[in-house]
């Protein structure tokens, strides 16, 4: 007879859904999540061209709103300097000095590098209410904002790795 120790996987689990089902962050970040979601893109991205230049990962990210494997990502562990990129469109997004270690595995930042580099949308997916974070130039998925961050801004922006690419300041 074969036993299974599920111990170990329901212990992750249990870890993983305070992270994923967070509250939004304020009324007005909702209110502003609404008004996102009827704006257009500015840049606007071929579905067939990113298929054949990103990850299979990258683009059910960034395309259909899928979320990468906590601690099995690019970034969620990265302490060099430098800036993350949409991989997309290539806009700023955050600064590395605004990362920190959420605990979640994936990357977190209390700050993006501008107000106008992210929109909000909210997210009712999978009974949760939540608020998704885009690019604002092209629209992608790239994950999360949730109110419990350090300061100065008590958020934390919750991102995919797959949605990011990140330049260290040596190479700008």
Known sequence: ??????????????????????TPTTEQQNKNAMDN????????????????????????????????????NKYWDNHITGMYYCV?????LFKSDTK????????????????SSLIEIKDTAYGMVRTEIQCAKCHSHLGHVFDDGPRPTGLRYCMNSASLNFIPDEEK
């Open 37 to 72: 979601k009827n704006q257009k893109p500015e840049v606007v991205v071929n579905k067939e061209e990113l298929k054949q230049k990103l990850t299979t990962e990258q683009y059910n990210v960034t395309q259909m709103c899928s979320t990468e494997p906590p601690f099995k």
């Open 100 to 115: 920190f270690d959420s605990g979640t595995g994936w990357p977190s930042f209390f700050k993006p590098v501008t107000d």
């Open 1 to 22: 007879m074969i036993k299974i120790n599920f111990l170990p996987a329901l212990l992750m689990l249990m870890c993983m859904l305070p992270a994923c089902a967070q």
């Open 88 to 92: 997309i469109c290539n806009s700023p």
